[in-house]
Antibody, heavy 125, light 107 residues
Framework: QVQLQESGPGLVKPSETLWLTCTVS????????WSWIRQPPGKGLEWIGY???????NYNPSLKTRVTIVVDTSNNQFSLKLNSVTAADTAVYYC???????????????????WGQGTAVTVSS | EIVLTQSPGTLSLSPGERATLSCRAS???????LTWYQQKPGQAPRLLIY???IRATGVPDRFTGSGSGTDFTLTINRLEPEDFAVYYC????????FGQGTKLEIK
C-alpha cells in the first residue's frame, strides 16, 4: 500500500519561500500524477498543482505565478515551492496521488486515491 | 475555471436516515471527471466516488453517486454514525476545483 508523507517547516515568515516535500513509500512515483492540496483553518480544500513523474506540471491559475512543483524520481519524492507567502497561505498542506490512465484515445480519472496525513504551515513573523 | 457549489452547507440528520448532497457546476462537467471525498476532523480526505458513480475500493454500497452535466448528487442511504463528516465534490477540466463542502452532522 503506497504511503505519502509530507515534510517541511511548520512556520514561515511573510514574504519568504515555503518548501514542502512529499515522500512516496511502498510504491513507485512513476506513471502517476502527484498533487498538492491545501486547507486553511476551518475552510475547504484548494488544489495547488500537480506534477507528472516525467516532470510535466499544471498549476491552479490563482497560484500559478508563485508555485513550482518538481519531482525527484531517484528519491521517490516531489516538492512544492511557494514564493512570497502571506498569512493567507497558512493552511494544512496535503500531498496526494492522482490516478489517471489512458483508455484508447481518452483519459480516465480515478480520483486522488492516496493522501498524506497533512502538514500544518503557519505564516507569521 | 469551473466553480462547484455544494448544498446544503450543513445537513442535520439522524442515523438510519438518507442523506442527499448536491454539487452544482457553473458549466458542464465531464462526468468521468466528477469525484467525491469524505473528510473527518483531523484527517485527510478520503476518496469515495470517482467517475460520478463508481465507488472507490472499500466504500460501502450505501454511498451512491449520480448526475450529469451541471448537477451531481451523492446519496448516503441508512446513515451510520461513521458517515457524519464533511463531503467535497471535485471536478477536472484543465485544472481541478473543489466544492466548498457539505457538513453532515448528527441531529
Amino acid at each position: 500500500q503506497v504511503q505519502l508523507q509530507e515534510s517541511g517547516p511548520g512556520l514561515v515568515k511573510p514574504s519568504e519561500t515555503l518548501w514542502l516535500t512529499c515522500t512516496v513509500s511502498t510504491g513507485s512515483i512513476s506513471n502517476y500524477y502527484w498533487s498538492w492540496i491545501r486547507q486553511p483553518p476551518g475552510k475547504g480544500l484548494e488544489w495547488i498543482g500537480y506534477v507528472y513523474y516525467n516532470g510535466d506540471t499544471n498549476y491552479n491559475p490563482s497560484l500559478k505565478t508563485r508555485v513550482t512543483i518538481v519531482v525527484d524520481t531517484s528519491n521517490n519524492q516531489f516538492s512544492l515551492k511557494l514564493n512570497s507567502v502571506t498569512a493567507a497561505d497558512t493552511a494544512v498542506y496535503y500531498c496526494a496521488r492522482d490516478v489517471w490512465y489512458k483508455s484508447g484515445s481518452s483519459w480516465v480519472f480515478n480520483g486522488m486515491d492516496v493522501w498524506g496525513q497533512g502538514t500544518a504551515v503557519t505564516v507569521s513573523s | 475555471e469551473i466553480v462547484l457549489t455544494q448544498s446544503p452547507g450543513t445537513l442535520s440528520l439522524s442515523p438510519g436516515e438518507r442523506a442527499t448532497l448536491s454539487c452544482r457546476a457553473s458549466q458542464s462537467v465531464n462526468s468521468g471527471y466528477l469525484t467525491w471525498y469524505q473528510q473527518k476532523p483531523g484527517q485527510a480526505p478520503r476518496l469515495l466516488i470517482y467517475g460520478t458513480s463508481i465507488r472507490a475500493t472499500g466504500v460501502p454500497d450505501r454511498f451512491t453517486g449520480s448526475g450529469s452535466g451541471t448537477d451531481f448528487t451523492l446519496t448516503i442511504n441508512r446513515l451510520e454514525p461513521e458517515d457524519f463528516a464533511v463531503y467535497y465534490c471535485q471536478q477536472y477540466a484543465s485544472s481541478y476545483t473543489f466544492g466548498q463542502g457539505t457538513k453532515l452532522e448528527i441531529k
